[in-house]
């Protein structure tokens, strides 16, 4: 079987792109197996690459491992979705890796041996419809996406993370108390078929396959990565004050079944719904840790999608 490495050399400042290089050629060279490394040059080229790559393929069996963080990993997942033969890794080397918490039974995820030596198990994808980045299309999220104040929060953390000393948790956390103070929030309309889920101004959106956003934020505790369901929540616009109340216990999952956060907080478990800005203009949202632009957009709950690699215990 073929093992295809796609590795982000600027994920976690570049500091384990060449250890996890030389990882690849010992574990794999010792092996006698077949692989190929490839390094990402911009935003999008994981994503152009891996398609090349599983086109090459014509049907064989082979498997693909995203070497970076989140972002890194959405982009292998969009090259590679709609071809079976393929099973797909991730090696977290990354600031934030939010997707690989979900599957915190497993083995070393930065371990190349647990990676090759390990089972592949069907999980969910949600995949998104609509004018994106002013192209329609379809693209799919693995892990979550996010309108609002958690966007916002990206958003500034992208840029907090190019100064030294900061880390992707501790840049999320700083960009979170800065977007506190802005509280810029959203205003959605959000259906389900027919049926209106909610209607007007919001703090945030929450829309979870996977349970994790922020650099360790259990902000969907429920959700769960191969139920064939996502998970919609939703914290209403509330004052500064009483935000600030409730992100401890949104940082630690406990919001949802907080008495006094009944009031404010909501969730609804969906397999597809349509999500239109309440004013009718482009609005910005993340998906995995990349921000994105669109006019509206639908999503969709792709049941057991993507074969993924559950590292082994050694």
Do not use: W
């Not at 010792?30 to 790559?53: H, P």
């Not at 703090?203 to 349970?211: F, V």
Request: one cysteine or more; hydrophobic letters at 40%.
């Amino acid at each position: 079987m073929k093992h295809f490495f796609f590795i982000n050399p600027a994920a976690g400042l570049g500091k384990m792109t060449d250890p996890l290089a030389a990882q690849i050629d010992a574990v794999l060279g010792a092996a006698g197996e077949e692989y190929q490394i490839l390094f990402t040059d911009a935003v999008g080229d994981g994503e152009r690459k891996a398609k090349a790559a599983a086109e090459s393929l014509g049907g064989e069996e082979a498997r693909f491992y995203a070497c970076g963080g989140d972002g890194t990993a959405n982009e292998i997942v969009n090259g590679i979705a709609g071809y079976p033969n393929i099973a797909f890794g991730i090696i977290p080397i990354g600031s934030g890796n939010d997707t690989v918490r979900n599957f915190q039974d497993d083995g070393d995820f930065l371990s190349v041996e647990a990676q090759i030596k390990g089972q592949d198990k069907p999980i969910d994808l949600i995949r998104i419809d609509g004018p994106i980045n002013g192209k329609e299309q379809s693209r799919y999220c693995l892990n979550m996406i996010n309108i609002g104040f958690d966007s916002n929060v990206v958003e500034a953390s992208l840029s907090l993370k190019r100064k030294p000393l900061i880390s992707g948790p501790a840049a999320y956390m700083l960009a979170a108390l800065g977007m506190i103070v802005q509280k810029k929030g959203t205003a959605l309309i959000l259906k389900e078929g027919e049926t209106t889920l909610r209607e007007g101004k919001m703090l945030l959106c929450a829309i979870s396959n996977g349970s994790f956003c922020g650099g360790g934020f259990y902000s969907s505790p429920q959700a769960e990565i191969d139920d064939g369901y996502f998970d919609v929540n939703i914290v209403s616009d509330i004052p500064r004050r009483r935000f600030l109340d409730l992100l401890p216990k949104y940082k630690a999952g406990t919001h949802l079944n907080d008495p006094k956060a009944q009031d404010v907080v909501a969730a609804y478990r969906c397999k597809a719904i349509t999500v239109d800005p309440y004013d009718g203009a482009p609005f910005h949202f993340c998906v995995d840790g990349e921000i994105l632009e669109a006019e509206r957009f639908s999503l969709t709950m792709c049941e057991h999608a993507l074969r993924f690699i559950h590292p082994a215990k050694l």
